[in-house]
């Protein structure tokens, strides 16, 4: 029995061959009827574009807002915030709109003149300038709730506050303002709120004794208040620091060696720089009634309520009582 020979394989050539014939028939099924696909493509787009531009969308926009105010001597101020425009949605054609700018449309406006408390409603028809079917779907916000007060002037007391130290053995003797008062104008409940004017800090830091000046401004107001000015004019009187001592000292009569007071004794402060009252010995805190001849007859006994005199040099000195009672 004689064995089955193999089945063999196809040469190339016939695998070739039918990849060619593949070819072919692409391009015959391509290039047959060429010009009535290429146009029938074309009216399919064509038809695709009209269909979705016709189609209507939406769109929101901003629309810019335009206030008719009052003249500036009607004495009366919005206290209401006016946005500088509304968000406004737009419905139409996805061609149109996508074409359409805020810029090309009428600012809305808003006739405030009268500066009078009312709500101001958004109309649909208050947008103007939109192209031929488009249309408004709604205005946001859509009013307003508009707020005036009467505008007053009050008088405020200038504040200085201060910073720094001053040079050793210094005190600050005085502050002087000029002017001690500024006027605020704004709306009536903000500027009754407010107390004060108040400068940015006074920097007294390292000043010796002398006057020293500076201009400073006053501090920023609340919102819609105005000042008369902005700026003062400090003065800062700078003294050397003072400290008291006091004496308990017996007084003495002039010329009259047999006179005695009521009360013998005083207090006596002394007021000086530290160095100064440091350097003062108690007996050299003399304390004397000088009786004069011509009103007062001395040659006979009695009394009279006479000053008291005490001299300490390079100081301030005050005297408790300021009179005695002498005899003699």
Do not use: C
């Not at 000088?290 to 001299?311: F, N, Q, R, W, Y």
Request: glycine share 6%.
């Amino acid at each position: 029995m004689t064995a089955a020979k193999p089945r063999s394989k196809p040469p190339v050539r016939t695998a070739r061959r039918r990849a060619s014939g593949a070819v072919s028939w692409l391009r015959h099924a391509a290039l047959e009827h060429f010009w009535l696909k290429l146009f029938s493509l074309g009216l399919a787009l064509t038809l695709y574009n009209v269909v979705h531009s016709t189609r209507n969308a939406q769109r929101t926009i901003q629309v810019p807002i335009v206030a008719d105010m009052p003249p500036p001597n009607a004495a009366r101020t919005l206290v209401t915030a006016i946005p500088e425009s509304v968000s406004v949605t737009l419905e139409g054609p996805r061609q149109q709109l996508d074409t359409l700018e805020s810029a090309r449309l009428d600012p809305i406006p808003l006739n405030l003149r009268a500066a009078k408390d009312g709500e101001v409603r958004f109309s649909l028809d208050m947008i103007e300038g939109l192209p031929s079917g488009v249309r408004v779907n709604r205005i946001i916000p859509a009013s307003l709730a508009i707020r005036w007060e009467n505008v007053i002037s009050l008088e405020l007391a200038v504040q200085v506050p201060l910073t720094g130290q001053l040079q050793r053995g210094m005190e600050l003797a005085s502050v002087t303002v000029v002017p001690e008062h500024v006027t605020a104008s704004g709306p009536e409940s903000v500027v009754k709120s407010i107390q004060l004017a108040r400068t940015e800090p006074l920097d007294v830091g390292g000043l010796g004794e002398g006057s020293h000046s500076r201009s400073l401004p006053i501090r920023a107001m609340p919102s819609r208040v105005e000042l008369g000015t902005t700026t003062v004019e400090v003065i800062a009187l700078v003294k050397r620091k003072l400290v008291t001592r006091d004496y308990d000292v017996k007084v003495q009569v002039v010329g009259l060696p047999r006179a005695r007071t009521e009360p013998a004794v005083v207090r006596v402060t002394v007021e000086a720089t530290p160095e100064r009252i440091e350097s003062l010995r108690a007996d050299s805190v003399v304390a004397r009634v000088e009786p004069k001849g011509g009103e007062l007859d001395l040659a006979h006994p009695g009394s009279a309520l006479l000053p008291i005199t005490v001299d300490v040099p390079d100081a301030n000195v005050t005297v408790s009582p300021a009179r005695v009672l002498v005899r003699w």
